[in-house]
Each structure stands twice: as C-alpha cells, then as structure tokens.
C-alpha cells in the first residue's frame, strides 16, 4: 500500500496523494512526452485509454492493496474519457496492459521492486522503466503468467503498442508504427505549425495554379471570341462583296434589258419605214 495514502472512511479511493507528479524536469519532460505521444498514437481508437499519474485501482479492498499511479499506462477496451482515478472493478475489470516508469533520484530499489510486484499481479503484460539520468531501459513482458525481463533490447518493437525503442548513447528514441519519432510537446507544436505552413503552402500554390489555369481560359475564351469575329467579319466582307456582285449582275442585266428593248423598237421602227438613226427619225 502506498504509505503516503491514508485510508479515509469517507474517500476510500482518493484521487491524489499530494506528491508531485515529477521531482525533476528530466523526468518531467519524458512522462510528457511518452503520455502525450501515445495518446496522439491512439487518438482515433475509442477502445483505447491512456492516462499519466493516475491512480490505479485494481480492486475494491483498500485494505489488500494501495492504489498505483504509473507515469504512464495504457488500457485496451475501455473508452476514452475524463477520470479521476482507474477503477478496474468499474471498468469492466479490464486493467492496463501497459505500462510506463520514467526514474528519478529518489526512487528506491524496494520501491521499484514493489511496483515490479504489484504490475506482474495485476496482470500488466508490458512493464518499461527509463532512468533519463543514465539512459538505462528495462522491459519486462509477460511470458507463462509472469512479467519477465527482456535481455535483448536493441530495436525493440512494443507487441502491444506496435512502438519501437532505440538506445541511443546519448538519450532514449521512440519511433510510433510509421516510423516517426516520438517529440517533446515544443517538437510537436514546431511539426503542427511546420505542416500548417506546407499546407498553407500548398493552398497558396493551388489557388496560383487555378488562377493561372482561370488566366488560360479566359485567354482561350477571348482568343475564341476574337476568331468568331474574326470569322463573322470576313462572312460579312464576302456577304457584301456577293450583293455588290449581284447589284453588278442587276445592272447588267437592266443594261441588257434596256438593249433588247431599244433593238426591238429600232426594229418595228424600220419596219415602218422609219430610219431610227436618222437625225430627225424620218425614212
């Protein structure tokens, strides 16, 4: 049992213990940084809760057992949503899976070897300790009902979690199931603003793209207005040049006419006796 918490008869599941959840920025830093990351791994799975400092109850008997607030834990089948403490009794008896310890100066190895005990009766199935001061992992993984450490832990892949897990000699490096790394919530806030800006970007270039196809159509469209009048002018100059011929075939055959008229006059004229060329018309 927690030593810190005081069974209370009128709050026998209190919700905090008063101790701060980190005694160090190092620390501090990396549970914000393996919560936060897992909970955006899971963001779009319902079934899946992840939580940070949060007491964990596995059974209703204070008096059996204390409560344990892992730095970060991860619970399969059970929806997402705002709790004060995990009560497994009330969660359809589903407890964690997973499990994270992120070290600081003060943790003792007894108290170590009790969350150790306390993960492997609860059935945790993963159990991963990082001491940020040394850059020491461990991981323990249940195998035949036992939490059992792993020896071999160069590219290590989370069964559960699907994460990876690199030692590097300087620091810890955590890749998500695409490869990408687990960042600090600074690193986060840098990448969410970075990709807005490429899609801001990409916007920008879009419209420019559109404007300078809508440019293209317009240009097309007015190249096609001035070809239909182009065409529409030289239909006009070769309607008007055809009446102009046809004026000239009207006079012509009005000439014509006219001709045949005269010649047929002069004709019945000189049938009668009458020189039509003569200067005064007589015979």
Known sequence: MNPLLRIDPDDPYPESDGAPMAENTLQFDWIVK??????????????VFVAGDLFWYPVPDRHV????????????GRPKGPR????????????????????????????????????????????????PAHNRLEI?????????????LHGWTSPR???????????LEIFDP???PF????ELARQAEQERLRAEQERLRAEQEWLRAEQERVRAEQERVRAEQERLRAEQEQL???QADERADRERLRAEQEHQRAEQLARRLRALGIDPDAPDGSG
Request: no cysteine.
């Open 34 to 47: 393996i919560k936060e990351n897992l909970e955006i791994l899971f963001a779009d799975r319902p079934d």
């Open 65 to 76: 057992i204390g409560p344990m607030a892992p730095d970060a834990m991860v619970v399969f």
């Open 84 to 131: 004060g403490s995990y009560r497994q009794w009330e969660e359809a008896d589903v407890g964690p899976q997973v499990v994270f310890e992120v070290l600081s100066p003060s943790n003792s190895a007894k108290e170590m070897r009790d969350k150790l005990e306390f993960y492997d009766t609860y059935g945790v199935e993963e159990y991963y300790v990082y001491d």
């Open 140 to 152: 323990w993984i249940r195998q035949a009902s036992q939490l059992r450490p792993v020896s071999h």
């Open 161 to 171: 979690l699907g994460i990876r897990f690199a030692v590097r000699p300087e620091t």
């Open 178 to 180: 695409a490869g990408r």
């Open 183 to 186: 960042l600090s919530p600074v």
């Open 240 to 242: 008007r040049a055809e």
